[in-house]
């Protein structure tokens, strides 16, 4: 006898092609009934024998579309109904989303031959995607994610795009991305002046324009880039000035996986990321490098290099036409936000590139290139941006509470995230609030959020940092919205960011090592060399490198040299005076002989080694000088590392001993690679005299520090399997990851530590 049953499917199940493969998964069991989209996510009716309905559930469960990742199913009978066949209908909205939101998706290996089959209609049109590719996040204006709620609604479907809509054997069945020539997004090339240039290939014209030397703004799909031929230096020295940017590195575009492998040597992990749907910028070691980049000018006195492939159709198109690497860098002057709109690239990048090219499909949510690296011993992966390709979706976890709650993170490297319903939401790297590009950027991202979701939330949560930006905006929404406001300590919610990636809440003992450049601390003084306890839901600081002064605020973090002043004694008094005037000199030992702040911060101490070595005296962008000196460490043998610190045997880890032991190895001509490898050994093995004297079995490490692979992977060594170690994993371990750590924290932590 025939029953009826409902399906309710929830996760990343909306603009997946989740309906589409349902349908045919349906009528190809001779299942009849419906499919539809809704708040929650997708919802079926299937009317059949019950054996064959299990057969659907199960197929369904385990065989799901590629880009889709189901977080529930659930299935139930339900009152007997009758259906003509089986069929796709229209999205219900009843109440507020529920949903994981979308994101963008690279492009697909089917779309990636169509565009380049001369046979093929959809022949060098940029825009093609499909259910398994293209923009999502970036064109959502609301949800259910319908056509008619992204800026793909302005471009109605011909009838060949129609056709393959609501064609159940293509794949472009229920695409509500779908565009072509005939009824899609349409380019516009122009020059600095705006004078619009007449070309019959415009990949053509910008690859040769690029061979050039010219510098061309290419509006890609979730913002613009900012490109140029990265085998000539003359331009990138020029971009470089014009974008601001001294000396940080540039992310490069290869044409092919193939251009890519013929000059360095890439892991296959690191192919298997870059080939992805996430498809960030992977940072790749130069060794073996044979290529002809302008490494100097690329990535300036670095072993590594950010590799990217094409993830669009923009910029596939592009590279069908390119025999060389391309800088693909975020179309901004260096500290801004990623832009988007023509109007404002008009005006801020008219003095940066030499050519345009613009188009017409709106982008809703700007987001900048994501960016890992993985380690070289033991393939640890390590996020260091989480933006496209990743946001705004945090999908392994399940909270329990009905509080609908927003954090809006830190200020250097903002994300903002929102639990209005049974889905938490971890926004797309934004930047540096203190930019005020930035601050609007991260203002509209909390508005676009409460307006999808239709709700403002019932608590708020900021940083305990009293002058953040983030702090300041928290207070101003509480007193509009009339909610409660609660301050986390920064380095407690970087500690909660990894219980919480790893459901560690119900365990206890927990070692928390959170190392990073700043936060503000319970005393008021500057954090950031951290060791705490995690214990019944209470996190308690255990120890911390010991304080040493914070001067000149926040130039300190901008000079190493000032780092090392601060730390330093006498007998450092030859190398003081050759970084600094003797006027200098007189005002910072006023200054310092005053000062009351102090900071444990293990970021400046990274800045105080890099300029005793005179690696680094000032950072032209942040964390530079750590960066170097992990770059020099290209091999190190373990045996041959030492401590500087003998073990954790006081009360705090003695920065000035480790600043005096890498002097006395720098004064008897030890090589530069062992002292910093020498000082990395000395940072693992803290860790793990730490843990033995407080006999903990399980250690989390977070914080801007563990983007350092070679300290993770010298711990990684040297642990051998003594004590289970977490780090990040779907985060980034820097400030990105305050705003979930917040979340994480408030729910498991905060009672227990307020009471």
């Known amino acids: 006898m025939a029953k009826t049953y409902k399906v309710l499917v929830s996760g990343q199940v909306q603009g997946v092609g989740f309906r589409p493969y349902v349908y045919n998964l349906a009528s190809e069991l001779a299942l009849k009934g419906t499919v539809s989209n809704n708040t929650d996510g997708v919802i079926i009716y299937i009317s059949g024998q019950t054996q064959t309905a299990d057969k659907f559930y199960s197929r369904l469960v385990k065989n799901p579309p590629p880009v889709s990742k189901i977080s529930r199913c659930a299935i139930r009978e339900v009152n007997y109904q009758e259906f003509p066949d089986f069929r796709i209908i229209p999205s219900s909205k009843e109440g507020q989303v529920n949903l994981p939101l979308t994101p963008d998706f690279a492009i697909c290996e089917d779309c990636q031959k169509e565009i380049g089959d001369n046979l093929n209609r959809r022949y060098k049109y940029a825009f093609t995607t499909c259910v398994n590719c293209g923009p999502r996040w ?82 890609n799909t979730s913002g613009y880039l900012l490109c140029c031929n990265a085998e000539d230096d003359s331009v990138i020295k020029k971009l470089r000035k014009l974008k601001n940017r001294p000396n940080k590195p540039f992310a490069v575009l290869f044409p092919s996986l193939d251009c890519a492998e013929k000059d360095l040597d890439i892991k296959h992990q690191e192919v298997k990321v870059l080939k992805s749907t996430e498809r960030p910028i992977v940072i790749i070691s130069l060794s073996n490098y044979i290529g002809k980049i302008a490494l100097h000018e690329v990535a300036p006195g670095l072993n590594q290099l950010g590799v990217m492939l094409p993830y669009t159709g923009i910029l596939q198109l592009l590279a069908n036409q390119l025999d060389f690497p391309i800088i693909a860098t975020s179309g901004n002057i260096h500290g801004s936000p990623i832009l988007s709109n023509k109007k404002d690239v008009a005006i801020k990048l008219n003095n940066v590139a030499d050519y345009f090219l613009h188009h017409n499909l709106e982008i809703t949510h700007p987001q900048d290139d994501s960016v890992l690296k993985i380690s070289k011993k033991y393939n640890i992966k390590t996020l260091f941006r989480r933006s496209r390709g990743y946001a705004p979706n945090y999908l392994d976890i399940e909270l329990h509470t009905k509080e609908k709650i927003l954090a809006l993170g830190a200020d250097l490297k903002n994300s903002i995230a929102f639990y209005p319903n049974k889905h938490l939401y971890v926004g797309q790297y934004l930047g540096n609030l203190e930019n005020f590009d930035v601050y609007n950027r991260f203002t509209n991202e909390i508005n676009g959020f409460t307006n999808i979701f239709e709700q403002k939330p ?88 010991e304080y040493f002064n914070w001067i000149s605020g926040d130039k300190m973090s901008k000079e190493p040299r000032l780092s090392l002043f601060s730390l330093v004694d006498e007998s450092f008094s030859e190398v003081i005076n050759s970084k600094f005037t003797s006027e200098e000199l007189k005002v910072l030992s006023i200054i310092k002989k005053s000062n009351k702040l102090k900071t444990s911060s293990v970021g400046r101490l990274f800045d105080a080694v890099a300029s005793l070595l005179n690696i680094c005296d000032f950072n032209s962008y942040e964390g530079e000088a750590a960066i170097l000196l992990e770059n020099l460490v290209l091999e190190y043998n373990i045996k ?29 001509g030890i090589e530069t690679q062992q002292i910093i490898a020498n000082f990395l050994f000395t940072l693992a093995s803290t860790i793990l005299s730490v843990a033995d004297k407080n006999y903990s079995s399980k250690i989390c490490l977070s914080g801007g520090v563990f983007q350092n692979t070679t300290l993770i992977d010298m711990l990684i060594e040297i642990n051998q399997n003594k004590y289970k170690l977490y780090f990040n994993r779907n985060l980034a371990p820097n400030d990105e990851n305050i705003a979930f750590g917040q979340i994480m924290y408030y729910l498991n932590c905060r009672n227990k530590e307020n009471s």
Not at 140 to 153: I, K, L, N, W
Not at 645 to 666: E, H, N, P
């Open 138 to 219: 970036s064109i959502t204006r609301t949800f259910p994610f319908e056509r008619s709620h992204t800026s793909v609604d302005d471009f109605p479907m011909c009838k060949s795009c129609y056709d393959e809509y609501i064609n159940p054997s293509n794949r472009r069945f229920h695409s509500q991305t779908n565009t072509c020539t005939e009824c899609g997004i349409a380019f516009e090339f122009t020059d600095k002046q705006g004078k619009q240039i007449e070309t019959e290939n415009i990949f053509q014209s910008v690859s040769k324009l690029l061979s050039e030397g010219k510098i061309i703004a290419i509006k």
């Open 458 to 545: 019932e608590v708020l949560l900021v940083d305990k940092h009293p002058n953040y930006q983030s702090t300041q905006h928290g207070i101003e929404l509480t007193k509009k919205w009339n909610i409660n406001l609660y301050n986390i300590q920064h380095h407690k919610a970087h500690f909660a960011t990894v219980l919480g990636e790893h459901n560690l809440f119900e365990d206890d003992n927990i070692l928390g090592v959170i190392w990073d450049g700043t936060g503000y601390g319970d005393d008021g003084n500057i954090w950031g060399g951290e060791f705490f306890r995690y214990n019944s839901r209470n996190i308690e600081r255990l120890t911390h490198f």
């Open 640 to 668: 041959n590392c030492k401590d500087y610190c003998d073990g954790f045997s006081g009360d705090f880890i003695s920065t000035k001993q480790i600043l005096k032991g890498v002097q006395i190895d720098l004064n008897n």
